[in-house]
């Protein structure tokens, strides 16, 4: 961790140990339920912007058929899980080397989302996981931003605040080649706005 980092976590540590005490593991474990029951049985998966490995070890409790493996730009902070670091544009594995391949609110860091969901779909034999953020105006632009910041800031890690609406996403997958196979309903991760401005697509080549 570089001194820039420190001194934020310092400033900021009231609101950084609510977040990675109270709010993180609430939060990234009803995450990973969702993403452990679509990832199926016994694949190997890869988690694009693993960061620390937490969400992909939670991931594999619920479902411990699965072999993940991290994949990120920076190594900020020790890892959970195996992690490959990368210059965030061509992913160092071959065609088709993961039998799912998913990314949770990791797309919105990257100002080129169509570039890592082309490199996704190309590293993973079938299936393409996407849980990220969804802008509907600029209200709710606004509080996005916010909560990017809040968990982010204090741990070194880049925000671009590139929240692309809902039919934005859509022309993404479309364009790229992706189509959706499945976007469960009834999602709770906390303050009963999960659904609308934080959907999960479950994606097919």
């Given at each position: 961790?570089?001194?820039?980092?420190?001194?934020?976590?310092?400033?900021m540590?009231?609101?950084?140990?609510?977040?990675?005490?109270?709010?993180?593991?609430?939060?990234?474990?009803r995450?990973?339920?969702?993403?452990?029951?679509?990832?199926?049985?016994?694949p190997?998966?890869?988690?694009?912007?693993?960061?620390?490995?937490?969400?992909?070890?939670?991931?594999?409790?619920?479902?411990?058929?699965?072999?993940?493996?991290?994949?990120?730009?920076?190594?900020?902070?020790?890892?959970?899980?195996?992690?490959?670091?990368?210059?965030?544009?061509?992913?160092?594995?071959?065609?088709?080397?993961?039998?799912?391949?998913?990314?949770?609110?990791?797309?919105?860091?990257?100002?080129?989302?169509?570039?890592?969901?082309?490199?996704?779909?190309?590293?993973?034999k079938?299936?393409?996981?996407?849980?990220?953020?969804?802008?509907?105006?600029?209200?709710?632009?606004?509080?996005?931003?916010?909560?990017?910041?809040?968990?982010?800031?204090?741990?070194?890690?880049?925000?671009v605040?590139?929240?692309?609406?809902?039919?934005?996403?859509?022309?993404?997958?479309?364009?790229?080649?992706?189509?959706?196979?499945?976007?469960?309903?009834g999602?709770?991760?906390?303050?009963?706005?999960?659904?609308?401005?934080?959907?999960?697509?479950?994606?097919?080549?």
């Amino acid at each position: 961790m570089n001194l820039k980092t420190l001194v934020i976590r310092l400033v900021m540590f009231p609101s950084v140990l609510l977040y990675e005490r109270v709010f993180n593991p609430f939060y990234k474990g009803r995450v990973a339920r969702y993403i452990a029951s679509l990832c199926g049985n016994g694949p190997r998966v890869l988690d694009v912007g693993c960061d620390d490995g937490f969400l992909a070890a939670m991931v594999v409790k619920f479902n411990p058929s699965l072999k993940i493996t991290g994949l990120d730009v920076q190594a900020n902070r020790p890892s959970k899980i195996s992690r490959v670091i990368y210059d965030g544009m061509n992913m160092p594995f071959p065609d088709n080397s993961f039998d799912v391949v998913f990314a949770v609110d990791a797309l919105h860091h990257t100002k080129d989302i169509p570039l890592v969901l082309r490199e996704m779909k190309r590293v993973s034999k079938r299936y393409v996981i996407i849980k990220d953020q969804t802008a509907r105006g600029l209200f709710s632009k606004l509080m996005l931003c916010i909560l990017d910041i809040l968990p982010n800031l204090p741990n070194g890690v880049k925000c671009v605040f590139n929240y692309p609406s809902p039919k934005q996403w859509k022309a993404y997958f479309n364009d790229v080649g992706l189509k959706v196979a499945q976007q469960p309903g009834g999602l709770n991760f906390g303050f009963g706005v999960s659904e609308k401005y934080s959907p999960i697509f479950k994606l097919e080549k």
